[in-house]
Structure formats: C-alpha cells, structure tokens
C-alpha cells in the first residue's frame, strides 16, 4: 500500500517528508537530479515556482546523505538560465556546491516509447537520463489546459529537452507516453503558495501543505483531493493508475500526518 504525508510548512518540515520517504537509503551513491517548477521568473510567493528553502532543504540532506552527484535542471518553454539567476538559483547552486542544468540548452536523447498512445519517442535531456533517481519538487497549481491540475506527473514535462508545446495537444495520452520514458522516485509538493484559475497568471492561493511520497501517483491523487477534485476527475493522474505508474484510489493509499479532509482548500477550476 503507497505511504502519503500531509504536513504543514515549518521548521523540520523538508527533514520529515525526506524521512517519511526513506530517502537517506534511496539516495546514498547514487546521481539524483532534483526537478522544480521553475515555469517562469515570477517568485514563490506568487505561487507559480518551487519555493528555494525546499530545494536548498533538499539538496542539503541529499548530500549530507551520501547522494554520489547532485544536479538541479528544469526545462521550460525557453531558456531557464534567466530564471534560475534572479530568483537567487545559481548563487544557491555555488553555495551547495552543485551543478545546476538549463534542459533548453542540454543534449536532447531521443527515447521511444514502447506501444505508445500518442507519441513514438521524446527528445529526453542528457541531464536526466544522467541521472540514477528524479527527485520531484512540483507546485500545486491549476492548469488551464487539459491536464486541469500542475502537480508530479505534469512536472516530468520539463523534463523534455527544448521544445516541449506539443504535449498540451492529447495530453492525457502524451503524458502516459512519457511516463513510460521517465518517472520521478522521489516527490514533495509544494502547496504553500499554490495557483488557482490558471498555471501562470491566476490567484496565489495557499493550501499551506506538503505532500510527499515515494509513489507519484498516490501524491497526485491526494493532491487533487486537497484542491477540491473528486476521486477520478482529473483524467490524466486516474490513467496513470490505470497504466501501473502507481495508485489513483484514495482508498488504498495509506495517509500519514493530517487527513486531507482537514486540509481541503478548493482551487478554482481554469476558465479556458
């Protein structure tokens, strides 16, 4: 049975959703990339990028951990490296000692996708394939495509090296394909500041949670209960569970600090 926590932010909170998750175990000797969501350069408290003392707390106790490498890359529908420099990224990377990745710059692998439902292969930067573990650090945000929620599964998108538009077209079939190709292992999202209305520029709204878990979609699914969807009404996490990428019924997933009915904050859906 997958293992979700749900806590509020505050002192100890990064250390606890780590140890919930056995990373210390998971991660000694091995190359972890740690993939925010750094869609755009608009600040945390906006409610539309990974908040940095997540990622400083991360990085931090992968290598206290033993982790061999630790790497920070995110792709986004242009170059990140502007982001990453004003939102204080790369003088966070110089003081932990890490290197940080731009994807829109990366070498693009080619990955096919074995009986795909929409798309045949993904351009998969080199950073990721690099990488033995993905540790997942998404928003919680409502998306105004298909998709209807920004949470772990979604994130994986920026994974894709350049390009990556076309996935907003046939989504929910795209991203079971790319699933297929790269999954996250390890997953905390961020819903201190989350969005509403829209991905980008809607409402920051704080749901004041994180949620974290080793099964991406038992966090997703918990997520999308927090931000006030029923069970199965976001398609695209519901077919994740379908194709075995993890557990979509809230009933078999185990939860562990508050109960999600405690922490609902419903989201406003997108209006387009």
Known sequence: MPRVLIIRPGPGDVRACLDFMDTKTTVRGKKVLVKPNLTTNMAADTGVTTHP??????????????????????????????????????????????????????????LEVEDP????????????????????????????????????????????????????????????????????????VDGIVGMEGQEIHGKAVGANVLVAGNDFVAVDSVCTRIMGFDSGEVRHVERAGEYGFGCADLDRIEIFGLDPKDVIRPFERATC
Not at 53 to 62: F, R
Not at 66 to 95: H, I, Q
Not at 131 to 144: C, R
């Open 117 to 188: 439902l929409s798309r045949k292969s993904f351009g998969i930067a080199r950073t990721v394939l690099d990488s033995d573990l993905i540790f997942n650090i998404p928003v919680m945000k409502i998306h105004g495509g298909e998709s209807q929620v920004t949470l772990c599964a979604k994130n994986m998108m920026g994974c894709i090296a350049r390009d990556k538009s076309f996935m907003h077209q046939n989504f929910d079939s795209k991203i079971i394909d790319l699933l297929g190709t790269i999954s996250p292992d390890l997953n905390i």
């Open 53 to 110: 003392y997540l990622i400083s707390g991360v990085v931090e106790y992968l290598l206290e951990s033993g982790a061999e490498r630790v790497v920070l890359g995110e792709g986004c529908y242009g170059k990140v490296r502007p982001t990453y420099e004003s939102l204080g990224f790369v003088r966070l990377a110089d003081e932990l000692g890490i290197e940080i990745v731009d994807f829109w710059e990366d070498e693009p692998v080619e």
